[in-house]
């Protein structure tokens, strides 16, 4: 909330509600910059050629990680593939988003965003 709250009513799209397919694409699409985490939204936006920063936790960016030209990266260091087993079986992992630095999230977006030619 705090983020929506920051941004001027005239320049936010708040899908916080969830939006159909169409118009979500539609959406990402006229982004200058995406930042989400491994997901479906994350991998429409590298799709539709938005710049894409995907943040991981107990998946594996090396299988799950958005393709495209302008695409990156940044990822939590306690990712393993015992720690990631045990997510897909279900069994308690700590919350490994909350081990992503803030601070490598916002260099490689800034680098991204930089290459893209933002």
Known sequence: QPVLDAVPPERRIDATHGLDLAL?????????????NDSGLMHIAAAV??????????????IYAPWGKFTAVARTDRTD???????????????MMETLPVERAEQAAIALFRRSGG
């Open 24 to 36: 979500a694409e539609a959406c990402i699409a006229r982004a200058r910059l995406f930042i989400g």
């Open 81 to 95: 593939p015992e720690l990631w087993d045990g997510y897909r079986r279900g069994e308690p992992v700590e919350r």
């Open 49 to 62: 050629g938005a710049p894409t920063l995907g943040l991981f936790g107990p998946s594996p960016d090396r």
